[in-house]
């Protein structure tokens, strides 16, 4: 697989790289070091938790009795 170096942009190919997706175990280790230095980020939920619970409660009315609850308790 070929692929660009997320850190030099360097090309890279998963059969000649030891270190894919990165070119080399220097770009890998940028990497992780910007990982714990907290200069990367996940980002925030795409649904927050209001939306989740009104989508849950919509579900719950549309259910009829018979029908089995699938909630994880």
């Known amino acids: 697989m070929k ?3 997320p850190i030099c942009k ?5 059969d000649l790289h030891s270190a894919f997706p ?3 175990e220097r ?3 940028l990497d992780l070091g910007a990982w714990a230095s907290e200069k ?3 980002s925030d939920p795409v ?6 619970d009104e989508l849950d409660r ?6 009829t009795p018979d ?3 699938d909630t994880i308790h």
Do not use: G, I, M, W
Request: negative net charge.
């Open 3 to 5: 692929h660009r170096c």
């Open 47 to 52: 649904f927050d938790e209001a939306e989740l």
């Open 22 to 24: 990165f070119c080399s």
């Open 67 to 69: 029908e089995p609850d």
């Open 58 to 63: 919509d579900a719950d009315a549309r259910r």
């Open 10 to 14: 360097t090309a890279t190919d998963s």
């Open 40 to 42: 990367y980020v996940v």
């Open 27 to 29: 770009c890998r280790l």
